[in-house]
């Protein structure tokens, strides 16, 4: 069965300094989104992608956030300058259509 | 907030017995959706209910949708160790999904 994949599993990093997450979506999927989920918290939107273009951001999306679609397989997140509190689990989803999403297993990025 | 809330926060029962959680939502929707997310993994969607059906069924799964109140359940008939997780009720705003703070749900053998 096809399945969104991320990498790494998990990333420790330096506070200040640039992440990037990569997924692999679904391969006939549309829609690419990226959501996170701080400890014990609820999972949270950032942002969906379309067409090469952001489709919808949240509020969380600032300037330290990017999204890119370098090749045809793979969808990235790039934290330019990390902050504690953006240590969280990633999850990278994608969807044929704006409905049912299909989750990856997450990235947990430590910031230290 | 316009995020869904689920209750109870936990629950606990025996292997074989069935599981209910709630969700409420405060604003118009198209559909909601559960997702089960197991411990230290992604979500895995379970089953979507569009806001002109009342009742869906899957599986051991049935969930029903109020839309005049809002909200939503998730039954889980008989139960099994491997339904352990935490459940997630979930509404499209947009193309983003807005989640809710999940049941964890505990079967125990």
């Known amino acids: 069965e096809p399945e969104v994949t991320q990498t790494p599993s998990h990333q420790v990093t330096q506070m200040g300094q640039e992440v990037i997450l990569r997924c692999v979506p679904i391969s006939n999927h549309l829609y690419f989104y990226w959501y996170r989920q701080i400890l014990g918290q609820k999972v949270e939107f950032l942002v969906s992608?379309?067409?090469?273009?952001?489709?919808?951001k949240s509020e969380i999306f600032d300037d330290q956030f990017s999204v890119e679609r370098p090749d045809g397989s793979n969808f990235t997140l790039k934290i330019r300058s990390t902050k504690l509190e953006d240590s969280a689990m990633y999850f990278c989803?994608?969807?044929?259509?704006?409905?049912?999403?299909?989750f990856g297993a997450g990235t947990r990025l430590s910031v230290l | 907030s316009q995020q869904g809330e689920e209750d109870p926060q936990a629950l606990s029962i025996q292997e074989g017995e069935n599981a209910t959680m709630n969700c409420s939502y405060k604003t118009s929707i198209n559909n909601l959706q559960w997702y089960r997310q197991n411990s230290g993994r992604g979500l895995v969607h379970l089953i979507l209910i569009r806001s002109n059906e009342r009742e869906k069924h899957s599986g051991r799964l049935r969930v029903t949708l109020d839309t005049s109140k809002k909200s939503s359940s998730l039954l889980i008939t008989a139960s099994r160790a491997a339904d352990t997780a935490s459940y997630f009720c979930a509404y499209q705003a947009g193309t983003a999904l807005i989640f809710g703070k999940g049941t964890t749900l505990s079967v125990s053998s």
């Open positions: 989803a994608s969807s044929e259509f704006i409905n049912i999403q299909y």
């Open positions: 992608f379309y067409n090469n273009e952001i489709s919808e």
